[in-house]
């Protein structure tokens, strides 16, 4: 599919993405992610906006932010090694950090949880903690609590009525 680029004029950040985590989708391997990145390269020097790759490999984050990139989106909160958190601290650049229950393709499989809240809170926790050991800023940091990743509706209508509670942090909060 052609990008166009002119239709997102109005954006303040385009978030590429070249593997689908919507529920369901099957991973996708490093080297066809890789691939389909690189087929997108061409349009970056067209864009004059922020450009966040959105992956949870390491390989295929450092790849987009060499090549133009300057922030990373990442549904695995740095994943369990914590590699794509220093590779943030490494480039100096923004990172999401989304909180997932599952894989994308079983999180929606009788996804359940005793207090979501509660749990979002700790994960982010946990993670600003490692996040600051590793030297990244905390304006480089953005919380997204994850809606429809592992989660009942009940559970999405929760987080939505109780986003103030994430405000405790003090760092920007995106919702996708």
Do not use: W
Request: glycine share 6%.
């Amino acid at each position: 599919q052609i990008f166009n680029y002119k239709e997102y004029d109005n954006a303040d950040i385009i978030d590429i993405g070249c593997e689908s985590s919507r529920p369901g989708a099957n991973s996708l391997s490093e080297k066809d992610e890789l691939d389909r990145l690189a087929g997108f390269l061409y349009y970056i020097t067209k864009i004059e906006k922020t450009l966040s790759i959105d992956t949870y490999k390491p390989a295929v984050a450092r790849f987009a932010l060499e090549n133009g990139f300057n922030m990373i989106n990442d549904i695995k909160a740095g994943g369990e090694n914590d590699l794509m958190l220093e590779i943030a601290a490494e480039y100096d650049c923004p990172i999401v950090l989304m909180h997932m229950k599952g894989v994308p393709a079983t999180m929606q499989n009788n996804p359940y949880c005793d207090d979501i809240m509660s749990d979002i809170i700790s994960f982010f926790e946990m993670k600003l903690k490692i996040a600051e050991s590793l030297g990244i800023k905390r304006n480089n940091l953005i919380l997204d609590p994850g809606i429809g990743f592992g989660k009942r509706r009940e559970d999405n209508d929760i987080i939505l009525d109780n986003l103030d509670t994430l405000k405790q942090f003090n760092l920007p909060v995106l919702i996708g």
